[in-house]
Structure formats: C-alpha cells, structure tokens
C-alpha cells in the first residue's frame, strides 16, 4: 500500500459544486501540504499543516479550505467550482526534523467543467 | 525571497548519451536543494538533495548534482540516458528562514529517444 493515498485520483465535476480531496498517510508525519500542479508552473503550495492544530494558507488559496482530522489525515475543499481549479492535485508530507524532503500521493486529476 | 529558474522547458537526448537539466536559484542564505522526477501519472519521488554538506550530491538511478554557490546553480547530470529516465524533473529550494517551504521550478521535461 502506498504510504499516502489520494482518493479520489480522477474527479469530473460542474462548476458550483462543493468538491473534497481526501489525503491520508501511513508515514507517521506530522507535516502535510496540499499542492497544484499546472503545466509549466510546477507546483504551487495551497494548503500546509505542520499539525493538527496549525493550519497555514499558502501561495495560492483562495478559493480553497482545508480540514485536518488527525495526524493522518488532511481534506482540502472546494466549496465552489470553478473552471480554472482545472489541475492536478497533491498532498504530500514531511517530518519537522527533516530538511524539507517530502513524500507525494500519485495525485488527483480534477476537471471542473 | 527564494526563487527557482529551470533554464529549458524540455530537453531531448539519445539514449546512451549525456543528460543535463540546469537549475538556478535565488536566496539570501544557505537553501536546502531537491531534485524531484515525476514519472507519468505518478506523484513526484525525490531524486537527490543538498543540504550543506558534499557540494557534489549523488542520487538514485545514476544521477547527481552539483551546488555551486558562485554561480548560484544546481544542475542536474547523469553520464548515460536510459528510455526510463523520460520524465519531467523538478528543481526546489527550501530555506530555513521560511520554515523550510519549498519552491518549485516551472519543470523540465525530459525526452529519451532510442
């Protein structure tokens, strides 16, 4: 099993909908971030947690929330579609006492139409 | 501010022959360096890392990566291209002096051809 899973990997959806990408790791980190990817941007930080209680925006969210549940678990949500949240989506981790080395899902490919 | 220049969008080589991605960065202080590869269809997998110490860096499947402060570069080399080195590479810089967030360069996509 995948040390952090991504559910779901493929979403179609219509603008307006409220939509929830789900990350849980099994690596034990107290660390988790939520990035989009867009062809020839790279990645762009959304969301990050450096626990459960610490939630901090990053670069690009508006237009997002994110909840973390547990240690394992971070959602990030869209409460309202739109086309140009068209991306590829990943949640990834890391250990406080690490220098930034982080650990990716296989991503989630959301299309908004 | 940190930032991360990849100085081609795509590179194309034989198999067999020279791979070189290049990478410059911009910070104020002593960044932490990543090369990150994604595979089609896949998350990113961390390919190598500088962190002050060797300023030659040896990574997995053959690559590694030199920092070079005066020239504020970390590029990316491997001696012999193999077909399942096709992917797109990621070059990031992490700063202490902003909680270690990483900063992602654009990508460069790799092409190998038989």
């Known amino acids: 099993d995948a040390d952090v899973t991504q559910t779901p990997r493929n979403r179609i959806t219509k603008t307006g909908k409220r939509i929830m990408l789900e990350c849980s790791q099994t690596?034990?980190?107290?660390?988790m971030y939520w990035y989009r990817q867009d062809p020839g941007l790279g990645l762009q930080l959304i969301y990050y947690?450096?626990?459960?209680?610490?939630?901090n925006k990053g670069e690009i969210s508006d237009g997002y929330s994110v909840s973390r549940q547990a240690q394992a678990k971070f959602s990030l949500s869209l409460e309202s579609a739109i086309p140009n949240q068209t991306a590829l989506y990943f949640c990834?981790?890391?250990?406080?006492?690490?220098?930034?080395?982080?650990?990716f899902g296989e991503g989630s490919r959301l299309t908004v139409l | 501010a940190q930032s991360v220049t990849q100085l081609d969008s795509h590179v194309s080589v034989s198999e067999g022959t020279p791979v070189l991605l290049r990478c410059n960065y911009s910070?104020?202080?002593?960044?932490?360096l990543f090369w990150y590869v994604q595979h089609p269809n896949k998350g990113l997998q961390l390919l190598l890392k500088?962190?002050?110490?060797?300023?030659l860096v040896k990574g997995i499947n053959g690559f590694e990566a030199e920092f070079k402060k005066s020239e504020t570069s970390f590029h990316l080399t491997k001696p012999s291209a193999h077909m399942s080195d096709a992917a797109e590479y990621f070059c990031?810089?992490?700063?202490?002096?902003?909680?270690?967030?990483?900063?992602f360069g654009a990508g460069t996509i790799l092409r190998v051809k038989s």
């Open positions: 990834a981790t890391s250990d406080s006492a690490s220098t930034g080395e982080l650990f």
């Open positions: 690596k034990g980190h107290d660390r």
């Open positions: 947690s450096f626990d459960v209680k610490d939630i």
């Open positions: 910070s104020s202080y002593s960044p932490s």
């Open positions: 500088y962190t002050s110490a060797a300023t």
């Open positions: 990031v810089v992490s700063d202490r002096r902003y909680g270690n967030k990483l900063v």
